[in-house]
T-cell receptor, first 115, second 115 residues
């Protein structure tokens, strides 16, 4: 049962253009959504998050949009740079028993930014 | 990723052997998460530990897998009698400063190969 889905395994974008990565979820209990970036042979690095009570959060070139009614979120990167080429994971969380906030990850989208 | 240390980075085991993966969280942190990433998949939560206490082990396989975080020393993820299906990248993480959001800092991972 995949509670967080990233339906596009890969995305190629020209340098300077916008990259849009999409994510869908099914569990209404999720109250925070996060995006992580991962380079090969490294651990995931936190990028940006959004609370379920908001519909937009912006940090520099990165903006996350949340459509709660559609259970959909997206990450916009503007302008895209070659260094942004990596796998991007969408993740979601809610406060479970014992104060654990485990992350439920999507399967990732490989972004390639072409120079 | 800085501060969360995992070793070894790569581990090769024959079927039936034991694998021990170590994780030292960020300095001053007393909680760790363990996640597993199978090939072509996202990360999946395994266990959440506090020093000398397992808080949430709902993602741990029922057999052969165990985790501990002693008062002194690193957290250990132990896999007994490894099988080929255990081949994966294993990541540990420290909860981030915004613990209410689920943000976490990940180590570089241990890549386990079972031959």
């Amino acid at each position: 049962d995949q509670q967080v889905k990233q339906n596009s395994p890969s995305l190629s974008v020209q340098e300077g253009r916008i990259s849009i990565l999409n994510c869908d979820y099914t569990n209404s209990m999720f109250d925070y959504f996060l995006w992580y970036k991962k380079y090969p042979a490294e651990g995931p690095t936190f990028l940006i998050s959004i609370s379920s009570i908001k519909d937009k959060n912006e940090d520099g070139r990165f903006t996350v949009f949340l459509n709660k009614s559609a259970k959909h979120l997206s990450l916009h990167i503007v302008p895209s740079q070659p260094g942004d080429s990596a796998v991007y994971f969408c993740a979601a969380t809610f406060l479970s028993s014992g104060s654990a906030r485990q992350l439920t990850f999507g399967s990732g989208t490989q972004l390639t930014v072409l120079p | 990723n800085a501060g969360v240390m995992q070793n070894p980075r790569h581990l090769v085991r024959r079927r039936g052997q034991e694998a021990r993966l170590r994780c030292s969280p960020m300095k001053g942190h007393s909680h760790v998460y363990w996640y597993r990433q199978l090939p072509e998949e996202g990360l999946k939560f395994m266990v959440y530990l506090q020093k000398e206490n397992i808080i949430d082990e709902s993602g741990m396989p029922k057999e052969r897998f165990s985790a501990e975080f002693p008062k002194e020393g690193p957290s250990i993820l132990r896999i007994q009698q490894v099988v080929r299906g255990d081949s994966a990248a294993y990541f540990c993480a420290s909860p981030g400063p915004g613990t209410g959001t689920g943000e976490a800092f990940f180590g570089q991972g241990t890549r386990l190969t079972v031959v």
